[in-house]
């Protein structure tokens, strides 16, 4: 089955500093990307969807600046959450779509970001 | 808005009962409802899909079900086992985007 890896899974940083996270699919091609954020025993909440060679589209709400995204290949989307503060500490979950399986999403592993 | 909701937040059941998860929405029928399933701390797995024309999906002990008219699905586990445990998620399509609800956690109880 298709499979998606997100790197780091688990990344703790100072505040004001810059995480990436990398979101990967291993063995299709990704024109869409899906970015989430969950937190405790809450349901996912996507923030932005993610185009090949496009920019991202941001959910109302969501501070574009504050969180980067770049899909500039078919297999890999990068989330950057800028000048990280405590409130940014959760749990980012990626998904691709592939599109030889209609309109199902395959998640990554997930990555815990911790801000301290 | 295209809401969906999950109505159980927590579902505890005796190993090997039938589980059945509620899922309803509302506004208009998506093409899709989707079942995925997420354990602590991982991203969540695709289960099963149901297309707006069928009726009833299976997949082992799995089974879904998609009713336009009241606007919901049901999802069932049967002969449940410990394993089973987990948050189920149903997700609905609006075109390219997905939205999902709060889950519903299961817990089977040996």
């Known amino acids: 089955g298709a499979v998606v890896s997100q790197h780091p899974s688990r990344v703790i940083c100072k505040s004001g500093t810059s995480v990436k996270i990398e979101c990967r699919s291993l063995d299709f091609q990704a024109t869409t990307m899906f970015w989430y954020r969950q937190f405790p025993k809450k349901s996912l909440m996507l923030m932005a969807t993610s185009n090949e060679g496009s920019k991202a589209t941001y959910e109302q709400g969501v501070e574009k600046d504050k969180f980067l995204i770049n899909h500039a290949s078919l297999t890999l989307s990068t989330l950057t959450v800028t000048s990280a503060h405590p409130e940014d500490s959760s749990f980012y979950i990626c998904?691709?779509?592939?599109?030889?399986?209609?309109?199902?999403?395959?998640f990554g592993p997930g990555t815990r970001l911790t801000v301290l | 808005s295209q809401k969906i909701e999950q109505n159980s937040e927590a579902l505890n059941i005796q190993e090997g009962k039938t589980a059945t998860l509620t899922c309803n929405y509302t506004n208009y029928s998506p093409a899709y409802l989707q079942w995925y399933r997420q354990d602590p701390g991982r991203g969540p797995v695709f289960l099963l899909l149901?297309?707006?024309?069928?009726k009833e999906k299976r997949k082992e002990r799995l089974k879904v079900t998609f009713d336009t008219t009241l606007k919901q699905s049901l999802f069932h586990i049967t002969a449940s086992q410990p394993a089973d445990s987990a948050t189920y998620l149903c997700?609905?399509?609006?075109?390219?985007?997905?939205?999902f609800g709060t889950g519903t956690s299961l817990t089977v109880i040996p």
């Open positions: 149901i297309r707006e024309n069928e």
């Open positions: 997700a609905r399509d609006t075109g390219n985007q997905f939205y």
């Open positions: 998904s691709a779509m592939d599109y030889q399986s209609p309109y199902t999403q395959y």
